[in-house]
T-cell receptor, first 111, second 114 residues
Framework: EDQVTQSPEALRLQEGESSSLNCSYT??????LFWYRQDPGKGPEFLFT???AGEEKEKERLKATLTKKESFLHITAPKPEDSATYLC????????????FGTGTRLQVTL | GAGVSQSPSNKVTEKGKDVELRCDPI?????LYWYRQSLGQGLEFLIY????????KSGLPSDRFSAERTGGSVSTLTIQRTQQEDSAVYLC????????????FGPGTRLTVL
């Protein structure tokens, strides 16, 4: 069975304090790994898709990386507006596009 | 451009009543998905529509749940004889439908069953 585990469950950072969120996955074959951001009371907002080990993508203060077993979301010099829940999802090969999600990392960035 | 829209944003119902949740996908997107997000749980896949193909209903938790998509656009998720464990946020997503496509989510409908 496909599984996605995210850690830590919650993370509190001071503004400017860089850190990384982890997403470990187990799938029979990976078609793509997705990162989303979710603010309270809203739907997930797409951030990145990674397709193969070694791939990296960046957007502002966020950088996502992928290995054969896990993905990291690196946050450099975070700001309070980066506070949100970050969700990781995998799209296994042969599952007609449905995503399997982790339970997310709740990030709080304080001044 | 306009994103995925869902209605209502909130729905409170009594146990045993039927509810209908609506999703309007992004114009031009051929694939549409329903997910459920319960407190403390990850998003759980419910059903997937792609063009005129038969829907993938493998995630529906019971036969009280059904969904249809009319004209390849708007979708309605129906829950019959609601139970308290059906309380959750129901999220709809749409995508272009390609092999490596990105799903874009709506704001969700928060369902509370009393």
């Amino acid at each position: 069975e496909d599984q996605v585990t995210q850690s830590p469950e919650a993370l509190r950072l001071q503004e400017g304090e860089s850190s990384s969120l982890n997403c470990s996955y187990t799938v029979s074959g990976l078609r793509g790994l997705f990162w989303y951001r979710q603010d309270p009371g809203k739907g997930p907002e797409f951030l990145f898709t990674l397709y193969s080990a070694g791939e990296e993508k960046e957007k502002e203060r966020l950088k996502a990386t992928l290995t054969k077993k896990e993905s990291f979301l690196h946050i450099t010099a975070p700001k309070p507006e980066d506070s949100a829940t970050y969700l990781c999802a995998v799209q296994p090969i042969g599952t007609a596009s449905k995503l399997t999600f982790g339970t997310g990392t709740r990030l709080q960035v304080t001044l | 451009g306009a994103g995925v829209s869902q209605s209502p944003s909130n729905k409170v119902t009594e146990k045993g009543k039927d509810v209908e949740l609506r999703c309007d996908p992004i114009s031009g997107h051929t694939a549409l998905y329903w997910y459920r997000q319960s407190l403390g749980q990850g998003l759980e896949f419910l059903i997937y529509f792609q063009g005129n193909s038969a829907p993938d209903k493998s995630g529906l938790p019971s036969d009280r749940f059904s969904a249809e998509r009319t004209g390849g656009s708007v979708s309605t998720l129906t829950i019959q004889r609601t139970q308290q464990e059906d309380s959750a946020v129901y999220l709809c997503a749409s995508s272009l439908g390609g092999r490596l496509d990105t799903q874009y989510f709506g704001p969700g409908t928060r369902l509370t069953v009393l």
